[in-house]
């Protein structure tokens, strides 16, 4: 089979590439088009550090062949500081300590920007189950919960920064 | 839900913080960071993911290391056939233990530590399941996989160790032929020892006498980010190492050691670690992308996948841990006998130095005249085990914490009366000949008793670890 060009529109902007058969998008999002924050944690869709938002919604960039999203939108975590601005959920991730390493960060940023987009008011179940693909192995949830749950409080408008 | 967003305790440097916050005073200015909320400096790139992590460098031309490993626990290795995997189109070179300038190491001998007990690939015998054995270097990750996967060993199986008590026994196959027996040996001692006044006597005269077995088993540090490397020849003929390693130095030392080549050859891009908690300290992906990337003359990355990193990335070592104790109606230690077994694995790394830091916690933070331990560091044919958050005193304080909660049960005690009696006191000699100071293990056990609502009587409460009172 040979190799085709992939059109996607990433982070509002239409690329295109050449893309071997088979080949991720989260590959294609690494090494074609060199957006590198969406992570290779296990590359068989279990810890998350490569989700990315599909349509909007979150997948495991590691299994998903990227020809079958050919012309889709996709959103990874460069397009979520729109002019080098921090939106709602990264400032609250920094303020809450929501880091450590780092290497979970961008899957998670994600699901929480994927969940609040869909629910601007989640409960703190809403939040665990957003999360519950997504592994960290340094912080624990709990600040990551946390973060979320500011960032939708801040989003709201319900406290000001 | 309620919560807080990082409580801070200002009553501390009250002074010097209204000083600081006046602009007064030379040292004012010195005081403005303990107290206050501080951002992670990389906090930033984290949440912008452009944090950059050695998997994010992609440098043209870039070429893929994988590895064929051992099937075998334990076998010879008579013959090894390259013939179909060379014939994988994309296969560059497949490097054997004949291409590592100095195959053989141990990373402690950067601090004497020996003697050398581990190839880098396997020679003419393979120790534990998954060993290296032939790098696979190709111009995809698919190609090196494949060639990798064709490589045929023909092995002569071997009897294996899987015991630590079975390693130590007379006639049990010999695991590392370098090390000569199945345990490490320290300064001529088949163990590291601690003798510290008559546990025999201890043992005459007590009014109970307590033993109690405890095994832990391996524990995987599983990183989100796996290990792994890429290493960048230079136009001067330089290497430059982008790697997840938490030990730049110790790895750039002992892989200049295994390449043969002065340590100013080799350049480290590193400390950005995608998690490690100890199980990146082992030199392991470096030493052999080096030498893939001199022999393409190409960058080339090592990195390994999930399962490696399950299976052969080193874990916290399983130990085996009897604690046998000599105590007196009111609860008093008079003598503690700890025999302690660290599964080392196949080789030795960084566990002889894990061994000698559960001898060195023994026998607890309690104060205990007669002590005696042997804590054995033997080899297995396990995945090698090495470093892991705290790697020698957690196990062992599992034991110990254990064994004390069991003693309390059985005299009817309070398990934490039963601490503050023993507990050391600032002044006291430890069995390692130390002297206990800035003990706080009183003061810290009445806090968390009163956090919790346990009452302790007032003698109790009266105690401190800087007097004798109550003992």
Redesign the interface.
Known sequence: MPSQIVSLVVNGERREFIAAPGVTLLASLRESLGLTAAKRGCAQGACGTCTVLVDGRPEVACLVAVETVAGRSVRTLEGVAAGGELDEVQNAFVDCFATQCGFCTAGMIMVAEALLDRDPDPSEADVVEAISGNVCRCTGYRPIVIAILEAARRRRGAVSR | ?T?R??PIDTSTFAAERAAAAAGRGVDGGDFTVIGSVV??S????????????F??V?PPRLAHLKMHRSARHHARILDVDLTEALAVPGVLRILTHADIPNNLYTPLKLIGVGPDDEPILAVDKVRYLGEPICAVVAETEAAALEGAARIRVAYEDLPPVFDVEEALKEGAPLVNEYHGQNHFIYEGHHCRRIRFGDVAEAFARADHVFEWRYQSAPIE??????TGCVVVPQADGRLRIHSDTQACFFTLDNTALILNTPFNKLRIVGG??????GGKVDVVVEPVACVAAMAADRPVRFVY??AEEMQVSSPRAAERIYIKDAVMDDGRIIGRKATLYVDAGAYARHSPYGTTKAAAHLPGPYAIPNVWADCHCVFTNRTPSSAMRGFGVTIADFALESQMDRIARALDLDPLRLRLLNAYRDGDLKAHRKVAEGTALVEVIQKAAELAGHELPEAYRRMSSTTREGL
């Open positions: 839900m919560y967003l990082a951002q992670r990389d906090a930033r790139g984290h949440v912008t993911g452009r944090t950059e992590f998997e994010d992609l540090q599983a990183p989100a980010e796996t950005t670690v995608g998690g490690g908690f996948d999930r």
